[in-house]
């Protein structure tokens, strides 16, 4: 569906048919790849740096996000000890091109980190498409970006014949603010009155989401609202 590679995901999931929230599959040759994944060093910096980076710039979604799966987060620790993301996707071509695509079940009110690696020349290749914005942006190996992957298409050019690309995503999948807002169980198991009730009082419709995306004159005060104490109060 968003083009011709390999890629491995782990980490928290709810949807698909589950009734609870766990981690995705380590079955097979897959446990050993997540596992050498999970015990990089190199890795866990990336994963470490793109979420600081989501916390710098996105302070106010992050924290409604941590307080909103905090229940779920207690019993069942994310990936990385660095990163506050319950999930990841590893993107491990050897030329990983993604169509252009919506991430659907990915929560809209947080943006996702990607981050591009690879041996390539990014004046001739491998930038991130934005076709909603009519953008294409120079994106070389080591550059991270955080966007809203559920409501914005993004995918990458190709690269070079010979040369490689890879890339490391970070996200969290609604279903899970979805079964904690509900009570620590799938909607279907909450009666219809009970549930519109819910979504009546949450913050979590289109506004609230989009009001917690920081400008850039507010980000100052919005870090401050998000973490009173400073860098510290953060995970």
């Known amino acids: 569906r968003r083009g011709g590679f390999s890629t491995i995901s782990f980490g928290l999931s709810y949807g698909g048919g589950q009734e609870t929230p766990g981690f995705l599959s380590r079955r097979g040759p897959k446990d050993r790849v997540i596992g050498a994944l ?26 409604h996000m941590r307080r909103s ?6 019993s ?3 990936n990385f000890k660095h990163s506050e993301y319950p999930t990841a996707t590893a993107n491990l071509g050897p030329q990983t091109v ?6 659907s079940t990915n929560y809209p009110g947080l943006p996702c980190a990607v981050t591009a690696m ?4 990014p004046d001739f290749g491998g930038h991130l498409v934005l076709p909603d914005l009519s953008l294409k942006v120079r994106f070389p190996a080591g550059c991270t970006v ?12 190709p690269v070079s014949e010979g040369e490689t690309r ?23 198991h909450v009666p219809a009155d009970e549930a519109r009730k819910i979504d009546a009082v949450s913050d979590d419709g289109w506004g ?6 920081s400008k850039l004159e507010e980000v100052v005060e919005d870090r401050r609202r998000a973490f009173p104490r400073g860098p510290s109060a953060a995970r």
């Open 38 to 63: 999970l015990a990089s060093s190199d890795v866990g910096r990336i994963a470490g740096f793109q979420s600081s980076t989501l916390r710098y710039w996105f302070p106010l979604a992050l924290s």
């Open 69 to 74: 799966i905090e229940p779920l987060t207690k």
């Open 76 to 78: 069942k620790p994310v």
């Open 98 to 103: 993604c169509l252009g695509h919506n991430d």
């Open 118 to 121: 690879g041996s390539f020349d």
């Open 146 to 157: 955080l966007l809203p992957s559920a409501g914005l298409r993004h995918g990458n050019t």
């Open 166 to 188: 890879y890339s490391f995503t970070q996200y969290c999948p609604g279903g899970l603010l979805r079964w904690v807002r509900y009570g620590l169980k799938p909607k279907k």
């Open 208 to 213: 609230a989401q989009l009001s917690r995306f």
